[in-house]
């Protein structure tokens, strides 16, 4: 029965759950950022404890492959990134990090949005932009932010 199971997780399976796997936290945070499913499911450990344990499978796989230390050949170049990308063991760990990271942030700014009585309507703009293209969102969201609290914060 495991080796059917590993047989299944492969790293196109483990793609396609983890992107069509987030999308219904996200409309969480869209539809219901403070609802009672929301904070059991977003606002906790448990998704990036799932998305970590796939994130481990496929490191676990990398090792086994005896391609581990390649992955620390991003950090000489440009052209070393690009061949890590090559690999699709190496581009899903990627995908998955940002997958955890954008979702972790989207709902922090679903958090303090409610601290800063932003409309639903901006804080709604800001989780899209987030979803789609990480950085931007929060920067969109900080600005936002500014205009609300009356104040510039570079921290916490």
């Known amino acids: 029965m495991i080796n059917n199971f590993e047989a299944y997780l492969t790293l196109e399976n483990i793609f396609l759950f ?8 996200w409309l969480l945070l869209l539809f219901s950022p403070n609802g009672i499913f929301t904070r059991f499911l977003v606002h906790s450990i448990i998704i990036p404890l799932l998305l ?28 070393n990134l690009y061949a890590i990308f090559s690999d699709e063991n190496f581009l899903l760990i990627f995908w998955l990090h940002f997958l955890s990271i954008s979702l ?50 570079f921290h916490e």
């Open 104 to 153: 972790f942030v989207g709902a922090w700014i679903a958090r303090d949005s409610t601290r800063y009585s932003i409309p639903k309507f901006l804080t709604a703009l800001s989780l899209l932009t987030t979803y789609f293209t990480g950085p931007l969102g929060i920067f969109l969201y900080w600005i936002i932010r500014i205009l609300f609290a009356k104040k510039i914060s």
């Open 52 to 79: 970590g344990i796939a994130y481990i499978f496929i490191v676990y796989q990398i090792y086994l492959n005896d391609n581990f230390l390649d992955g620390f050949g991003l950090y000489m170049g440009i052209e």
């Open 18 to 25: 983890s992107n069509w796997g987030v999308i219904p936290f």
